[in-house]
């Protein structure tokens, strides 16, 4: 690997007390084209622009996908992520629903380690806080014939980041917009399933809500995701989740919350979930909690649901499960308790 670093370093100009979420990206970039069928060398530079002009594949058709995870800061000063190859894995199956050639696990990993190694300074250490990682894939190719691009390109950037909801939030159980279709590309953290949600959250936040609760494509009648997250419900003591299909991100924070939840005998649930049940379940008094599950919340309380003009409230305890989750996913994260299930990697 090429290793060009920095001369001025930009880490002076983060507030580490006041971090929000995204905005400040670390001093280095991994990156790494794909031409003429193979991968090359992994380099490692300053951040800076791209060497495309706006020719850039990417940009006109769309064929980019994404990850998002985080690197913690433990509490001995070492650092750690969160299950890195989970995250490889679904790189690559996002890709392959976009066309875009498989990225090899030892890049992945190497690419990502060498970063946070040379970034180190820039993993926060407050409490809540994490270094996000955000790896992509875009065509890179330089054309605007509608076909796919025969070059691309792999690359992490990095980003000191806090909490990014403070407070429980307000969703809109939607009526009209819709994220992902049966048979689409819902699955994959493709670009465009969150720039097409934009118009709709806009919309949401402009009637008082911090975010759309997504709901199926043919009737809106059965809830998908909330926002960016995965979406829980506590009902009668069971937690109920949507079951994944190709509407639905394969969320690694869901997934390890199910784990932690089922080993708790908490009783789970993975089915399809209908409005009618949860508004139900919510006027009768049944809707215990609900929650959002993502890289970039983690664990999000939902204390309102917003249904055709009114608005059902809901409970955000703060000694209920997603409180429990999230301390529970904090201690492992930050190495404050043992890690049983192996989902740490010490960098
Ligand atoms: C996540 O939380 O997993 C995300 O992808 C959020 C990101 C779009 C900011």
Known sequence: MKVTT??????????????????????????????????????????????????????????????????????????????????????????????IPEVPKELFMEGLMELIRLDAEWVPRGANTALYLRPFLFSSSEFVAARPSEEYTFAIVTSPVGEL?????????????????????????AAGNYGGAFLATRKAVEEGFQQVLWTDHADHAYLEEAGTMNVAFVVDGTLLTPALSDRILEGITRESILVLAKEWGIPVEERRISVEEIVSAAREGRLEEAFGMGTAAVVSPIDGLGYIGEIL???????????????????????????????????
């Open 6 to 99: 920095t001369t001025e370093s930009r880490l002076s100009t983060i507030d580490f007390n006041n971090l929000g979420f995204g905005a400040g990206l670390s001093d280095h970039i991994f990156m790494c084209e794909y031409k003429n069928g193979s991968w090359g060398e992994g380099i490692i530079q300053p951040y800076g622009s791209l060497k495309q002009g706006l020719g850039l594949h990417a940009l006109h058709y769309g064929q980019a996908v994404f990850e998002g995870q985080k690197a913690y800061r433990q509490e001995d000063g070492s650092i750690a992520i969160f299950r890195p190859e989970r995250n490889w894995e679904r790189l690559n199956k996002s890709g392959a629903r976009m066309l």
């Open 313 to 347: 409230p809901v409970p955000a305890p703060s000694e209920g499960l997603a409180m429990r989750v999230k301390a529970a996913l904090a201690d492992i994260r930050y190495g404050r308790s043992a890690d049983h299930h192996g989902w740490m990697t010490k960098i």
């Open 165 to 189: 909801y403070t407070k429980p939030v307000k969703v809109k159980i939607e009526q009209h917009f819709t994220r992902a279709a049966q048979g689409g590309v819902g699955y994959a953290k």
